[in-house]
């Protein structure tokens, strides 16, 4: 019966999702490294802020009048809002919020957005159960883990043909995160990956709606409740993941098996795990840090005659626009954001709103950038020279932008970016507090008393 | 950035999204011949037989027991079952036990089997909104139509290369369904099926196992929610269906775009629903039918010496069984099939559990059953013939089996099916009360009386 006209079936892949069962449900607590613990408290921190700040957007008002006509238990926070939901709806509006500002956590490998669906649906299970913070730092290392690793078997294939990856492995990796927390063993989980396997969230059609950060959040929901069944004994296919009807052969031409396994349990996927510090495509991040650091080494705006930068062709392809009228054209200007990185010294969520892109300051600025194509510039690279009207050139060349794997926000800048975003939503008091409980979150006892301070 | 394997896309698809959404919002209620309304209480008729009857099966009990640690509000009733639970979670278990026994409608030109999403997520949403039984039925035929139009767009290659139909294009006939039920204006509903676009359900890897009937429930569930999400102001691609990164052209190769535009309002797709008179694969219907013939015709168990099948080749490649030990195996077995229809006079359910299929009187007949491949006999028939010990030949043989398009159940056997898999739930007693409240239903002021009854 078989017509398949792409790639042939391959009927010799090895067991990946009992290999994934066996790692998720088997691998020690806090099996890993000094530098993975930390990396993981900066995801869940990162993802954390990213969720609270968008607390109040209109897709998060949308996706809550939906779920309230469920008449929801109040099991789990909606993170930085007065409801509580049950958990399934908390891991879905949740994961809508993270992702929102697409200012949240990116596997540069994949640039799947891992910490959405992950952590959206650990914390909510976890909150809902009284798990301890190191349930929830594993759970979240584990099944970013598992997502990260079954993107990288099909990417770029399977992100070229059209599928959102985010959401596309992220309920593999919710439905993982899930099982560890609920202590399911290696039979359970497999069965509980096999259920996440039917159910891939994700087009990258809907990107520029809230259908995109619908994605993470749909995942996280979905793999939660792959848990869930697989707990109370639902069944799936053991080879779900690998079989010639399985997920990656039927949304993937590109099967590299070898990269589940891998080195598993020794290489942590969510080391090459990396936080925008601007809240906008990564093409013009290398220059809005030029534009930072010009203003750090003294230059104003009202110095200024002309700035000047040579930059990769993708840059003014994506965000060429150079009279923005918004905020979100705001995200596609390179323009803007040089502006608003020397003006402000930041390029956050709000510098991408309308008043500031509107702001005649920042508008006067902006139209004394000018930015050549030049082929020899790399995408992580950038060439700025500030011309200021005293005659005096000063420049600044980016080899590889802040928040880079190769130049890591630090956790200070992380704290900055936190605070930009949850100050708004629930004032400064709690940025500190919640700051602290992050940084802390492996000790916690109960989950809890982090989630009560994420309320207004 | 495009590096696409499989063909190329297509820039130039026809705006079906927006198309299908007119339709649904606008097409005038009961906007059909009687055939066409008629065959839309069949639909539900036989899906809510097929819903309840599977009530009590180990699927069922294991997706509640999930649910239930949700917490679920009591908005609407599992079918068959005392508990009730939020909308969405009806959607989703009714969904599952619609599909449990295989035994629901098939739209044989593409093998979905379309009640499953379309009328799990209508009934639980009309439920909690008091709606008509006009209400349902136009929002069945509707939801049934965009998600077979969908399918025919894509079939065979979206089958074929794995996906499970049925949970894959459900999604978007119970995000139609959803919307027609609330009233969603056109641009809602466009969003609807956007939203819903995102979140097909279903790997063929997964038959044999719960996960299977988990597609048509998971697609009722997210149909549903996608509908209640874009009336809340939640939005999508407007070209979610047909962008060159949006649904159908990531899921399948072919995309016979006509099928969604040709005759839409006048043709529907409802009227090629069928249903199975046979609790098993539809490849032994004609020799069970055959068997079912020559006991019609006074042939007794005792009395035969042999009976000799004549069959396509597909029917001893996928059910050549001859010794089968349970229940399941007894699927896949035409030699079980074949003595349960001279013995019984028919196959539903019951006839294919583990006391039937070891029962000695049964073993003892099937072990006369022989069969031989003929590659003459087509998929939908076959030659019977019964050797008796005195001495008659007996030949019975069948062009087209019965549920077939050609030969379809009549309402009076659609009733002893329903009353086969209801009786052993619900008693005589509501089955005839339900059985009534169905060939009513499009005149049913609110739905809720006819849900009453489905509790035990």
Redesign the interface.
């Known amino acids: 019966?078989?017509?398949?006209?792409?790639?042939p079936a391959d009927t010799a892949a090895p067991p990946v999702t009992a290999i994934l069962a066996k790692f998720v449900s088997g691998h020690a607590a806090r099996g890993w490294s000094d530098a993975v613990e930390h990396e993981a408290h900066r995801t869940f921190y990162n993802w954390l802020g990213c969720a609270i700040g968008a607390a109040e957007h209109?897709?998060a008002?949308?996706?809550m009048?939906?779920v309230q006509?469920?008449?929801?238990?109040p099991?789990a926070t909606v993170l930085g809002r007065a409801e509580k939901v049950?958990?399934?709806s908390a891991a879905l509006v949740n994961g809508i919020t993270s992702h929102t500002f697409d200012f949240d956590d990116t596997h540069l490998k994949t640039i799947i957005h891992p910490a959405g669906p992950v952590a959206s649906a650990v914390l909510a299970l976890a909150e809902k159960n009284g798990n301890s913070g190191r349930d929830v730092i594993d759970a979240l290392v584990l099944g970013i883990d598992v997502a990260c690793r079954i993107g990288n078997t099909m990417y770029?294939?399977h992100y070229?043909?059209?599928?959102?990856i985010t959401?596309s492995t992220g309920m593999l990796g919710a439905a993982a995160g899930c099982a560890r927390l609920l202590k399911l063993d290696e039979q359970q989980t497999q069965m509980a990956l096999?259920?996440a396997?039917?159910?891939?969230?994700?087009?990258?059609?809907?990107f520029?709606?809230?259908?995109k950060p619908?994605?993470p959040g749909?995942a996280a929901r979905?793999g939660l409740?792959s848990a869930?069944?697989a707990?109370?004994?639902?069944?799936?296919?053991p080879?779900?993941l690998e079989?010639?009807?399985?997920?990656v052969?039927?949304v993937s031409?590109k099967r590299a098996w070898n990269e589940v396994t891998d080195e598993l349990g020794s290489r942590f996927e969510i080391s090459f795990n990396t936080y925008k510090p601007f809240a906008c495509g990564i093409v013009i991040h290398p220059s809005i840090d030029a534009c930072v650091q010009l203003r750090e080494q003294g230059v104003r705006p009202e110095q200024v005659e002309k700035i000047e930068l040579r930059v990769h062709p993708l840059v003014l392809e994506l965000t060429g626009k150079k009279e923005p009228q918004d905020g979100l054209q705001g995200k596609f200007s390179v323009y803007h954001g040089c502006a608003a990185g020397l003006i402000f010294g930041r390029a956050g969520e709000e510098e991408f709103s309308d008043a500031v892109v509107t702001d005649p300051r920042v508008v006067e600025l902006r139209r004394k950038v000018e930015a050549t194509v030049d082929r020899s510039v790399r995408e992580e690279s950038v060439q700025v020279a500030a011309l200021l009207k005293d005659g005096r050139r000063i420049q600044v060349n980016v080899d590889h932008a802040i928040g880079s794997l190769e130049k890591p926000l630090s956790d200070q800048q992380l704290e900055a970016k936190f605070g930009q975003l949850v100050e708004p939503v629930l004032g400064e008091r709690k940025v500190r507090a919640i700051t602290d409980a992050c940084w802390s979150l492996a000790r916690a006892a109960d989950v809890r008393a982090l989630t009560a301070l994420c309320r207004p």
């Open positions: 019966m078989a017509r398949n006209t792409h790639v209109e897709a008002g949308a996706a009048a939906a006509m469920l008449e929801p238990a099991q049950d958990m399934a770029p294939d070229d043909r059209g599928w959102h959401g096999g259920i396997a039917s159910q891939p969230v994700g087009l990258r059609e809907q520029g709606t809230m259908t619908f994605h749909g979905a409740m869930l069944l707990s109370r004994g639902f069944t799936a296919s080879r779900a079989a010639p009807r399985g997920f052969q039927v031409d």
